[in-house]
């Protein structure tokens, strides 16, 4: 019956290991993240200022702008 379980423990080990690995990978993907971009306050622009209000004479003009 010895021989049975040495037979069975490499196998087991892999499987532990597996079952390791499945569980903290899980807890890594289902965890909750951090505010992201988006839930930025409307204020708070970022240093690139890609919000600027194209009216603004601070404001550089930018190719996608169309002059009427």
Do not use: W, Y
């Not at 289902?30 to 601070?58: C, L, T, Y």
């Amino acid at each position: 019956m010895l021989a049975d379980l040495e037979a069975l423990t490499p196998p087991l080990i892999v499987c532990v290991a597996f079952l390791i690995g499945v569980v903290l990978f899980l807890r890594r993907q289902m965890s909750p993240r951090g505010p992201s971009e988006d839930d930025r306050d409307q204020a708070d622009i970022g240093a690139d200022r890609q919000n600027a209000d194209p009216g603004d004479p601070g404001h550089g003009s930018s190719a996608d702008q169309h002059k009427v």
